[in-house]
């Protein structure tokens, strides 16, 4: 700590849980010197980095329940997630558009980071694809009246709350359902 006192991993995992320790630790690159911010860590707010991203996550869990709740998808859609399928007409907003695009581009940003052995490359896309994610929700009802507005917006969310699911299970982050 700034005090000078020693804390172990185990009292920081107890303090913070493991995803948030485990974040913040691969949140500095392997050259970076890391000043763990145990309050930061501790914060469930958009300054915290980790409850950010599973904030996000939550929200999509959340988001597809009141989907089958209101009868715009089914318990498997729910479940297993809905395939993402831009109107047959092409007319996406151009929010909406963004997310989409963002999201195709996990397969290419795994590939470097992989290639590059850099996790950063990974928390970096997260990071900017759930401020995309975030931007669209504020602006966008999903649960619309018009149904295939609604399933393809679902089907939206669906996509982006896979692709941080993945990237999160790639840093060894859970995704959760709720918080």
């Given at each position: 700590t700034r005090q000078g006192t020693f804390v172990t991993l185990a009292e920081v995992m107890d303090a913070v849980g493991v995803d948030a320790a485990r974040f913040f630790f691969l949140n500095r690159g392997v050259e970076s010197h890391l000043d763990f911010d145990l309050e930061l860590a501790k914060r469930q707010s958009s300054d915290n980095p980790v409850f950010y991203l599973q904030y996000?996550?939550?929200?999509?869990?959340?988001?597809?329940?009141?989907?089958?709740?209101?009868?715009?998808?089914?318990?498997?859609?729910?479940?297993?997630?809905?395939?993402?399928?831009?109107?047959?007409?092409?007319?996406?907003?151009?929010?909406?558009?963004?997310?989409?695009?963002?999201?195709?581009?996990?397969?290419?940003?795994?590939?470097?980071?992989?290639?590059?052995?850099?996790?950063?490359?990974?928390?970096?896309?997260?990071?900017?694809?759930?401020?995309?994610?975030?931007?669209?929700?504020?602006?966008?009802?999903?649960?619309?009246?018009?149904?295939?507005?609604?399933?393809?917006r679902l089907g939206l969310v669906s996509a982006f709350r896979t692709v941080l699911a993945n990237g999160l299970g790639l840093l060894g982050v859970e995704a959760p359902e709720r918080m």
């Open positions: 996000a996550a939550a929200r999509c869990a959340s988001i597809m329940r009141r989907g089958l709740e209101g009868g715009w998808i089914s318990p498997d859609e729910c479940r297993e997630g809905l395939r993402f399928a831009p109107p047959s007409d092409g007319e996406l907003e151009e929010d909406e558009e963004l997310l989409a695009r963002r999201l195709g581009r996990f397969p290419l940003v795994v590939e470097r980071a992989a290639a590059a052995a850099d996790h950063m490359k990974v928390i970096n896309y997260l990071m900017e694809l759930v401020e995309s994610f975030h931007n669209y929700y504020q602006r966008r009802r999903v649960l619309v009246e018009d149904r295939r507005t609604a399933r393809t």
